[in-house]
């Protein structure tokens, strides 16, 4: 079954019964909305897309500024990293929340390309940039440009926008390379396999799903980089996969996604490393990637070491 909709939480301390509680949030807020969602609407032009975004409640003037800024700054750095807003419209519902919590969120294309997203009315200008969860609409943005995928290929989903997001916001000028290399190494090996593991097309965990695709990600755009002279990176393959029409709201198999992004990069890399991936119990050695990457944690941030032998590499996935 292809997946109707994809996501919502990449926080540390994801629980399957947090998203349970997460599932229960959306069937409250659509037992309440109807249809033709939106008292307040407003229009984006961004991109070369349009952004039709809707409130389903009334909100005060500052509140809808603060939300229409944190989307156009969401749309800029997934603009920047695919060079276009990857659909040409998508509908954007705001759920009105009490409080000052962003999300839960998620995205669909089974009826276009369409983003929820729940947004306490509490927030302010500092949470949305810095505080917990601001990263999703991003997160959701890039979902938008990978086809729907079979149930057991939702980490090249989850993978893909947990490693897009925060690269884009930083060739947007949004987040430094070295807090993301940081979250990388912090986070990543969640992504690795545990006891029992039976590869990513047979693991759906948390870990697997959201840090194992984001390791498949990264891996491919090193090796991608690698084969090219880094004349080329993960994003030349993304970037061909949209410009097919491999976007939400289109259903596709997971090998003519990985062709397609191949074929735009002229180099097998996606296709092989899938083929290795899928039915694979063994950990990357990630320790040693970061070594030859040339990022090092130190004292809670990360020092670059410019003479490691993928040195340019690094600077390269981080450079629009
Ligand atoms: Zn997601």
């Given at each position: ?47 070369g897309?349009t ?5 389903d409640?009334a ?6 500024q ?9 749309a ?5 990293y ?10 954007i ?19 276009g ?13 500092r ?44 060739r ?16 990543m090996?969640?992504?690795e ?19 194992g ?24 393959a ?41 039915d ?36 390269a996935?981080?450079?629009?």
């Amino acid at each position: 079954m292809p997946v109707a909709s994809r996501d919502l939480v990449k926080a540390r301390a994801w629980s399957p019964r947090l998203a349970f509680a997460s599932t229960l949030v959306w069937a409250a807020i659509f037992a309440f909305s109807t249809p033709s969602l939106g008292q307040d609407k407003a229009e984006l032009d961004i991109g070369g897309a349009t952004l039709s975004i809707s409130f389903d409640s009334a909100t005060t003037p500052e509140f809808r500024q603060l939300t229409l800024d944190w989307i156009t700054r969401a749309a800029n750095a997934v603009t920047v990293y695919y060079t276009r807003f990857p659909v040409r419209h998508v509908d954007i519902s705001i759920h009105v929340a009490s409080g000052r919590a962003v999300g839960p969120g998620r995205a669909s294309g089974e009826r276009g390309p369409h983003i929820h997203v729940a947004l306490g009315s509490g927030v302010t200008a500092r949470s949305l940039a810095e505080g917990g969860n601001n990263w999703l609409m991003t997160h959701e943005m890039v979902h938008l440009a990978l086809s729907s995928v079979e149930e057991e290929h939702h980490w090249i989903e989850e993978g893909l926008a947990t490693y897009v997001e925060p690269i884009a916001r930083v060739r947007a000028g949004e987040l430094s390379a070295q807090q993301v290399w940081r979250d990388m190494i912090e986070g990543m090996p969640q992504g690795e396999p545990a006891p029992g593991d039976r590869g990513l097309d047979h693991t759906p965990t948390w870990g697997r799903t959201y840090w194992g695709g984001a390791m498949f990600c990264l891996l491919a755009d090193v090796e991608i980089r690698r084969k090219t002279n880094n004349r080329m990176g993960l994003e030349n393959a993304l970037r061909g996969i949209v410009a097919e029409g491999g976007t939400i709201d289109t259903e596709w198999g997971l090998s003519k996604v990985l062709e397609t992004g191949d074929r735009a990069i002229g180099v097998p890399v996606l296709v092989p490393l899938y083929d290795k991936m899928k039915d694979d119990s063994n950990p990357v050695n990630l320790e040693s990637l970061w070594k030859e990457l040339g990022v090092e944690e130190k004292d809670r941030t990360v020092v670059f070491r410019d003479d490691a032998p993928l040195a340019a590499v690094r600077k390269a996935i981080m450079s629009p």
